[in-house]
């Protein structure tokens, strides 16, 4: 084995690493934890890990190469900076921080040490991701223009410290940065306008049901929606272009593109039409034969990829896929995020 | 026949009044038509309709009690003050003006005359808006916070002077008027931002596809969208509500209102659920028996009913539906909407 790792703050996503690295990654082993709860200790003992009695214990393991540090958010940034003066190769879950400057001084600290400083944004190679991606990167529905990301749950639910502001908890900073990363990884174009509505429904700190709107400068616009309290779902995403329309209802990636036909867009009739709510020229159903329905293209993504580029940057042969300054450019927009829901109303940006 | 109206403007909505007001309205009768087009005349006369030489013999007959403004958006400020200084009752077609001054124009030569001034605002009358209006009223999905309101259509269509920019085209002026008239009189709070981003896909001149993003003052946000390039559609209406969501399709009406039970909203396991896009608790599904499906409040309307109103007000009888200070209210909207697309982000506002 290559590489060893390890691992601090052991909860759910803690975990999941431990098991995606041993069992997906042939370059990384598993040595160790870092976590100050008991029960999280347990659970590592239980899995045959180490347990590391101390930070410094951890800082001072010369064995160890590479840390993912799944902690809440609050803690990122001091964990990050020691273990990159430690010598050690980062890898840090989502939100990187809570804020811009503290991921400036990551970012610093990390180009003295010429150690990696990656941040888990797992979710570009989600399938429905990458389907979205390929689509527009084909071109064939011709230019985007607006754009909507929507991940839509009905728990109510903001467990533990995600409820708390100080651990920096609340929607956009748990799937807000999700969806973000991935637009700002669709459209190539710096962002010039966000306008938040940020819903706090049942949570007494945090942002639990959120909707942000989006323009950049090449003209295409997003709606990017997060919801805790939806209970009948629009599709995952919906993508207008000029010559056609693209939806994938769910992560299961079910979904179709309907596309005009080039020849036959006027040759039906112009009058009004008498639908059930009155009479409509604009409005009037399109017949079926002026377009054609496709199926979205094939794809194939592999979580496992994120860590198999860290294995190919550490040896030298690849570049960093999730880079400081993408998560910087991210962390940028949720302050104007932040900014226009305090201010309540839409700010300008060059981002 | 109580009341004798003529009709300025007899293109599509023109005929249309003439049509609904002959067979629908019990107190008036419809004598004659002004049109400026040949061919507009010649349908009138064919209709059995008087036609009016010029402008000056409509307002000088004095048979004529009520006259209803369906030209281009851009000649009813002119129209309208001629009429009320001739003593007419008038109705005018949406958009009321192409701003705010016109109509304020219009308020101050109505007042002076004590004649009525409406506006044709139908789509308050539609099923599918009252329906959302009941539900809201009844208030039994506990409190709004997100209404999404779009007409998507897919004909490329900005017709003959909608298409013109002196003529007060575009889909804001067009579309726009109807779902923002809706809105505001769906949510009784001053609108205290707008985000408008207006796309100009095919038109040279218009905006022809357009979203616009409304906060209000008691934390209702609101989306509204007209598409004439969307192939797959979203929902009419999708309404969040704290207890429940409530969907209308389309004009059919067809939809339903899923609600959270009241006692069983955590009895359920709130453990990381995987799912196929991996590993969440706050996405994760929501257990049916958790929530009930209902039916949507059953409705009776009738776009008569604005013609009628009109008769009782004539008679004394009821105060105006549809108030000029309703449309001022959605003018000062609109101008909002234009603001926020030149300054290409969102503006704060109080109206």
Excluded at 67 to 78: E, F, G, L
Excluded at 123 to 139: E, P, S, Y
Aim: proline share 3%; charged share 25%; hydrophobic share 40%.
């Amino acid at each position: 084995m290559k590489y060893t790792m390890a691992i601090i703050g052991f909860g759910g996503m803690g975990s999941w690493h431990a098991e995606n690295v041993l069992s997906h990654i042939d370059g990384i082993t598993v040595k160790g934890v870092y976590d100050i709860q008991k029960s999280a200790q347990d659970k590592a003992l239980s899995h045959g890990l180490y347990v590391y009695g101390s930070l410094e214990e951890l800082l001072e393991d010369r064995e160890i190469d590479l840390v993912t540090i799944a902690t809440p958010n609050d803690s990122h940034k001091d964990y990050a900076i020691a273990l990159l003066k430690a010598g050690k190769n980062v890898i840090c879950e989502k939100p990187v921080t809570m804020n811009v400057s503290q991921l400036e001084e990551i970012m610093e600290t990390a180009e003295k040490s010429g150690k990696i400083f990656s941040i888990h944004q797992n979710r570009r190679w989600d399938k429905d991701f990458v389907i979205i991606k390929t689509l527009l990167d084909q071109g064939e529905l011709g230019r985007p223009y607006f754009i909507e990301s929507r991940v839509q749950g009905s728990r109510r639910a903001m467990y533990g410290w995600r409820g708390h502001k100080t651990n920096g908890g609340g929607m956009v900073l748990d799937w807000g940065v999700h969806l973000l990363d991935q637009l700002l990884n669709l459209i190539d174009s710096p962002v010039v306008s966000v306008d938040a509505h940020l819903f706090s429904l049942y949570s007494d700190e945090v942002d639990d049901n959120i909707k942000i709107f989006l323009r950049f400068e090449n003209k295409v616009s997003a709606l990017c929606e997060m919801s805790t309290n939806c209970l009948i779902n629009h599709p995952r995403w919906h993508i207008s272009c000029t010559d056609g329309t693209a939806v994938i209802e769910d992560w299961s990636c079910k979904g179709k593109i309907v596309k005009l036909k080039a020849d036959s867009q006027m040759s039906w009739s112009e009058d009004i039409v008498y639908t059930e709510a009155g009479p409509t020229r604009t409005m009037a159903p399109r017949p079926e034969y002026t377009t054609n329905i496709l199926e979205l293209p094939e794809v194939q993504t592999d979580w496992s990829d994120y860590y198999k580029n860290i294995v190919n940057v550490m040896e030298g042969k690849a570049e960093l896929i999730v880079k400081p300054q993408q998560a910087l450019r991210v962390m940028k927009v949720i302050e104007k995020v932040f900014e226009s829901e305090e201010t309540g109303a839409g700010v300008s940006c060059h981002i």
